[in-house]
């Protein structure tokens, strides 16, 4: 299990996080719960929160080779898309209508709707760069 210390802190951030984008908890709570444990246990090994939901061959050169999948990921800032179901809409789907229309997100899901466009997307005008 994570440290309390850890969970503590990606809970904190989690809850800030849903505010500043307009996006919710998924509504089966153990979703979120696992990856935010995902998270915290990444914050103890790695020192920070390396997104829990990909595959690494080796994670500590991919926290020292860029911050892409540290959570909140680029593609959570350019797209508002989360692909761990941690940042969703009320109905508990990720948001894809930003995603290129052959992102697997779009592929998988097809288009849902961004509930709050006002809110989130910080890193936007970095969209079609990655
Ligand atoms: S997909 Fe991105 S925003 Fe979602 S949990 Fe992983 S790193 Fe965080």
Known sequence: MPSEKSLTRMHNYVQKYWEKTGTVAHPDTEVTQSVINGLAAHMDELGRPL???????????????????????????????????????????PITEYLPEDHEGR???GLVADPTPDRGREARNRAGEE
């Open 51 to 93: 997104c829990p939901c990909n595959f690494y061959p080796d994670k500590k050169a991919e926290v020292e080779r860029s911050r892409e999948w540290v959570c909140a990921c680029d593609e959570m800032k350019i797209y508002k898309y989360c692909h761990c179901l941690l940042f969703v809409t009320p109905e508990g789907m």
């Open 107 to 109: 592929l998988m899901y």
